[in-house]
């Protein structure tokens, strides 16, 4: 008896999606140079025009974004 497989299917991310996370990385970029590293996650969001959660549902840590 065979046991069948459960197949993900691969997509990629949608266009808001990707350019929301570049929004993101150019805002806490910008952001990291004129406070440093600690500034808050939610003016990083603020600035990029995002929600606190779209910021961690690309980075799931301060440090994950800082490493961007």
């Known amino acids: 008896m065979q046991t069948a497989i459960p197949v993900q299917k691969v997509t990629r991310p949608r266009a808001d999606a990707l350019r929301n996370r570049?929004?993101?990385?150019?805002?806490?970029?910008e952001m990291f140079v004129e406070f440093g590293?600690?500034?808050?996650i939610d003016e990083i969001a603020?600035?990029?025009g995002v929600g606190n959660a779209t910021v961690y549902r690309n980075f799931p840590d301060r440090e994950a974004l800082v490493r961007e």
């Open 37 to 40: 590293s600690e500034v808050p």
């Open 22 to 29: 570049e929004r993101i990385v150019t805002a806490a970029r």
């Open 46 to 48: 603020r600035r990029a």
